[in-house]
């Protein structure tokens, strides 16, 4: 479920930034935009926690992501430079991957209610459909 609703972020923000409208945005758009919502509420400290934690868990599945870091102020470290030498395809799924882990952390430690109003707040042009994470999601 949180895989589902992770690829329909990417998706989202990987149309953002093709549009001829907006400058491009940063190679992990939702994390990028979700992080000063999630800073109010879990501080800076505990973003980057809770994205280390993810970081880690996601490496049991995908090797590559080995090589990335989180760095001091909450953003990605290694990835920019893996999308040259890996497959997109691998890439894709790390990136899927990693933001289900984080997705997973964020509504245990704060509620699935809330995660998903954070998602709405930081990104408002997701329709209210794609905010759901699958069977039983309590919106």
């Known amino acids: 479920m949180l895989r589902d609703f992770a690829e329909r972020l990417i998706l989202i923000g ?31 400290l505990g973003f980057r926690a809770v994205l280390s934690r993810a970081l880690a868990t996601a490496n ?25 030498k890996v497959d997109s395809k691998e890439v894709a799924e790390g990136k899927v991957v990693l933001l289900a882990e984080f997705f997973g952390l964020l509504v245990a430690l704060i509620g699935e209610r809330l995660v998903l109003q954070l998602v709405h707040t930081a990104m408002p042009n997701v329709s209210k459909n794609d905010l759901y994470f699958g069977e039983g999601s309590s919106t």
Request: proline share 7%; with cysteine.
């Open 14 to 44: 990987v149309k953002e930034r093709e549009s001829p409208a907006s400058k491009p945005l940063a190679v992990f758009t939702v994390l990028d935009k979700l992080r000063p919502c999630l800073v109010q509420i879990v501080g800076d």
């Open 60 to 84: 049991a599945d995908v090797a590559w992501l080995h090589a990335v870091h989180v760095k001091p102020d909450g953003s990605l470290e290694g990835l920019d430079e893996l999308e040259a």
